[in-house]
């Protein structure tokens, strides 16, 4: 089972790539400022990335299975605690003057993965586009 999310978000491919590889600037949006994110990323094919929120106690980590900056990235996804990974993709594309991104986190179990996990990458996509206009290249 899987979720795939589709937007299109005015800013160039370049500084969407850096809000996803950049452990600074993925710190400042992924999660709400509340939750204290710290972020380590290590964006080549095998390197691996962790988000962690010690307040709200979840982390996830990964590893880096394709990293493109001219296309996108494919890594893996395991929530601490858990024995499930599962994977997610992003396909960034030139859209006019902005950009395209398409997400896909496939090897979900059931239903309810799949709505926790949409309702996830929704709430984290939905704050981008203000870090996307306070980090205008």
């Known amino acids: 089972m899987d979720v795939s999310i589709t937007r299109h978000l005015e800013a160039p491919r ?3 790539w850096a809000a996803f590889t950049d452990p600074e600037r993925l710190r400042s949006w992924f999660w709400p400022p509340s939750f204290g994110t ?9 390197g691996g990335y962790s988000i962690r929120s010690e307040s709200a106690g ?3 980590t990964g590893r880096f299975e394709s990293v493109s900056p001219e296309h996108g990235l494919v890594a893996t996804w395991r929530w601490d ?4 990974e599962s994977r ?3 396909d960034l594309e030139e859209e006019g003057e902005g950009t395209r991104l398409a997400l896909l986190h496939d090897g979900l179990t ?3 993965e799949v709505e926790s996990h949409r309702a996830g990458w929704e709430s984290c996509l939905d704050r981008l586009p203000a870090h996307l206009a306070r980090h205008a290249e």
Do not use: H, P, Y
């Not at 710290?38 to 095998?46: D, I, K, M, P, S």
């Open 58 to 60: 979840i982390a996830v």
């Open 81 to 84: 605690g858990d024995e499930q």
């Open 110 to 112: 059931d239903e309810q």
């Open 88 to 90: 997610f993709s992003l």
């Open 14 to 16: 370049r500084s969407v």
């Open 38 to 46: 710290l972020c380590a990323v290590e964006a080549r094919v095998g």
